[in-house]
C-alpha cells in the first residue's frame, strides 16, 4: 500500500468508526497485506511520517489528536489542564506535553513520548478525577479547574505561566461548584484569575 492509501484507510476508520490507533493485528487485517511485509512497511511510513508509534505495538495516523490517543495509553485517562484549554480555546499556546489525569499510578513511567507530543500522567485526589461523561477531553471548566491545580501543586501561579483568553465565557457557577473537590489554595487562586478576567 502506498502512504497515501494509508492516509485514506486510516481516515475512513476514523470517520466511521471513531478509531484511530491500531495493533499490528488489525493493521495486518485491514491492509491484508503479509505481517512481515507489513512490519517493513511500518518501519519505512513511521520514518517519513504517516505513522506514529504511540506504544508498544501500537500505531496511529500522524494527524491524530492527543485525546483520540490517551486511551490506549491508559485506559482510565482523560486529556485536560493546558491542552484541553488550547483545544477549547481559551489559550493560544499548544503544550508540547499533554497533561492527562488518571486513577492508576504510572511510577517511573508516568511521562510517555509520542511524537508530537509527550503525555504527563497526573494521579490526583479521588474526589478532583473526573472522566468526561463523553470522549477524553475535559470541559473548559474541568481543564481550567485542573490547570491551576497543577500549577498550585509545582509552586507556581497559573497566571504567570500562560495568558488566558476569553474566561468570562467560562461557566462560573460550574467551576465554582467543581471547586469544592480541590484544596482551598486552588479554589483561591482560580476565583482570582475568573474575577481579574471579568
Known amino acids: 500500500m502506498t502512504a ?5 484507510l ?17 493493521l495486518t487485517a485491514l491492509s491484508q497485506i503479509a ?26 495516523a500522524a494527524e491524530r489528536l492527543p485525546e483520540q490517543v490517551v486511551g490506549h495509553l491508559d485506559a482510565a485517562a482523560y486529556c485536560t489542564g493546558l491542552y484541553a484549554l ?24 508516568r511521562i510517555m513520548h509520542t511524537r508530537p507530543y509527550a503525555y504527563e500522567f497526573v494521579m490526583p485526589a479521588a474526589r478532583i478525577y473526573r472522566p468526561p461523561a463523553a470522549g ?3 470541559s473548559p471548566e ?14 507556581f501561579s497559573p497566571a504567570g505561566v500562560i495568558t488566558f483568553r476569553k474566561l ?6 460550574e467551576i465554582i461548584g467543581m471547586l469544592e473537590n480541590y484544596p482551598a489554595t486552588v479554589r483561591e487562586e482560580a476565583i482570582n484569575i475568573l474575577e481579574v478576567a471579568r
Open 4 to 8: 497515501a492509501n494509508w492516509i485514506a
Open 10 to 26: 486510516f481516515r475512513r476508520q476514523s470517520r466511521d468508526f471513531n478509531k484511530s490507533v491500531f495493533t499490528i493485528t488489525e
Open 35 to 60: 505481517r512481515s511485509s507489513l512490519l517493513v512497511q511500518l518501519s519505512r511510513l513511521t520514518k517519513a511520517g504517516v505513522f506514529v508509534r504511540c506504544g508498544h505495538g501500537l500505531y496511529g
Open 86 to 109: 488550547f483545544r477549547h480555546g481559551f489559550v493560544t499556546q499548544l503544550p508540547a506535553v499533554v497533561t492527562c489525569f488518571t486513577n492508576k499510578r504510572h511510577g517511573r513511567s
Open 136 to 138: 477524553a477531553l475535559a
Open 142 to 155: 474541568q481543564a481550567f479547574c485542573d490547570f491551576v491545580y497543577v500549577c498550585r501543586n509545582r509552586g
Open 168 to 173: 468570562a465565557k467560562l461557566n462560573k457557577k
